[in-house]
């Protein structure tokens, strides 16, 4: 009976100490400077976020943010990095709507209980992107030349298995047209293959191609958007042109689960501070994203919600 209460004694011991140290964790970050991982490659929309985001929070905070790239597994590199840091809070990985693909692959090592979800800081619809040179001028060209030749029609984007695809084959069922999908690493990447020459058709958000869009190298044909973007009055969206595809990609941030509550309640604030700055509104409305205003809270859920339903998606590709 004394040797129970001893071990129950340094258990309340044990768990207390371990309060207090995570209390004052919290009370003093950050100490030191954070590390963010990106998990796209350099010059891409996510890459351009994370590293307004660093030097807008950086200074917020008080504390310089390093920003590495880690592309590569649709995020799996960048993630497993994340996971294999301390959950201290000082490092901090990207999270997009092409996460939730991630972690609705069957026997997938990530899992939405893996991360606390910070913060959803942009939104932004795909399109079907062609050259200023293109024969397709409107998604019904793209769509009957895909039926009537799928073979000799190269179309690609972002990720195996990821948004941009996914969008492709709502668009496929819609329109009962047949592809066959190139994937690169980012969506700069696609973006080059369709100057090249290389793709006819790049399913891409229209942010990774606003240099070309705005010099007419690049020509939108639509976009998933549920009504005609601010940013892109004069581009119908698949819905007008009788596709009934709606989807959006969003971008943000999570840290690894353990992370102390206290130090996640400090950064979600911190970015909601960020959003407030009218540096990052006037970044925001200069790359041409909306916001996903949700509470930490209802991100989380949203994302389960969104790995669930991406899941029958990927059933369907393994058939």
């Given at each position: 009976?004394?040797?129970?209460?001893?071990?129950?004694?340094?258990?309340?011991?044990?768990?207390?100490?371990?309060?207090?140290?995570?209390?004052?964790?919290?009370?003093?970050?950050?100490?030191?400077?954070?590390?963010?991982?990106?998990?796209?490659?350099?010059?891409?929309?996510?890459?351009?976020?994370?590293?307004?985001?660093?030097?807008?929070?950086?200074?917020?905070?008080?504390?310089?943010?390093?920003?590495?790239?880690?592309?590569?597994?649709?995020?799996?590199?960048?993630?497993?990095?994340?996971?294999?840091?301390?959950?201290?809070?000082?490092?901090?990985?990207?999270?997009?709507?092409?996460?939730?693909?991630?972690?609705?692959?069957?026997?997938?090592?990530?899992?939405?209980?893996?991360?606390?979800?910070?913060?959803?800081?942009?939104?932004?619809?795909?399109?079907?992107?062609?050259?200023?040179?293109?024969?397709?001028?409107?998604?019904?060209?793209?769509?009957?030349?895909?039926?009537?030749?799928?073979?000799?029609?190269?179309?690609?984007?972002f990720?195996?298995?990821?948004?941009?695809?996914?969008?492709?084959?709502?668009?496929e069922?819609?329109?009962?047209?047949?592809?066959?999908?190139?994937?690169?690493?980012?969506?700069?990447?696609?973006?080059?293959?369709?100057m090249?020459?290389?793709?006819?058709?790049?399913?891409?958000?229209?942010?990774?191609?606003?240099?070309?869009?705005?010099?007419?190298?690049?020509?939108?044909l639509?976009i998933?958007?549920?009504?005609?973007?601010?940013?892109?009055?004069?581009?119908?969206?698949f819905?007008?042109?009788?596709?009934?595809?709606v989807?959006?990609?969003?971008?943000?941030?999570?840290?690894?689960?353990?992370?102390?509550?206290?130090?996640t309640?400090?950064?979600?604030?911190?970015?909601?501070?960020?959003?407030?700055?009218?540096?990052?509104?006037?970044?925001?409305?200069?790359?041409?994203?909306?916001?996903?205003?949700?509470?930490?809270?209802?991100?989380?859920?949203?994302?389960?919600?969104?790995?669930?339903d991406?899941?029958?998606?990927?059933?369907?590709?393994?058939?």
């Amino acid at each position: 009976m004394y040797s129970i209460s001893r071990w129950l004694g340094t258990c309340v011991v044990a768990g207390w100490l371990c309060m207090t140290s995570w209390a004052a964790t919290a009370a003093q970050w950050p100490e030191r400077s954070l590390h963010f991982i990106t998990t796209s490659a350099a010059g891409s929309p996510l890459d351009t976020m994370m590293r307004a985001l660093a030097k807008e929070l950086g200074e917020i905070l008080g504390q310089t943010i390093v920003v590495e790239n880690r592309p590569g597994g649709t995020g799996a590199v960048g993630m497993n990095m994340a996971l294999n840091a301390p959950a201290d809070g000082y490092t901090v990985v990207s999270a997009t709507g092409s996460t939730s693909f991630l972690m609705a692959e069957k026997g997938s090592r990530f899992h939405p209980s893996d991360f606390i979800f910070l913060r959803a800081l942009q939104t932004e619809p795909s399109s079907v992107a062609v050259r200023k040179d293109s024969p397709f001028h409107s998604m019904k060209d793209l769509v009957e030349a895909l039926k009537r030749q799928p073979d000799k029609v190269n179309i690609g984007g972002f990720a195996t298995a990821g948004f941009h695809q996914y969008v492709l084959y709502r668009l496929e069922q819609k329109a009962g047209f047949k592809s066959t999908w190139v994937p690169y690493q980012g969506g700069n990447q696609a973006l080059l293959a369709l100057m090249g020459g290389h793709l006819d058709a790049a399913v891409i958000t229209p942010s990774t191609a606003m240099a070309q869009i705005r010099s007419g190298d690049v020509r939108l044909l639509g976009i998933s958007s549920e009504s005609r973007s601010e940013f892109f009055p004069d581009i119908p969206t698949f819905v007008e042109q009788g596709y009934d595809v709606v989807e959006t990609l969003w971008r943000g941030v999570m840290v690894v689960k353990g992370t102390p509550p206290d130090v996640t309640a400090k950064l979600v604030r911190a970015l909601e501070d960020v959003e407030k700055r009218p540096s990052w509104q006037a970044f925001m409305r200069e790359n041409m994203q909306d916001r996903l205003p949700l509470p930490q809270p209802e991100l989380q859920k949203f994302v389960e919600k969104e790995v669930a339903d991406r899941r029958q998606f990927l059933m369907t590709l393994q058939k």
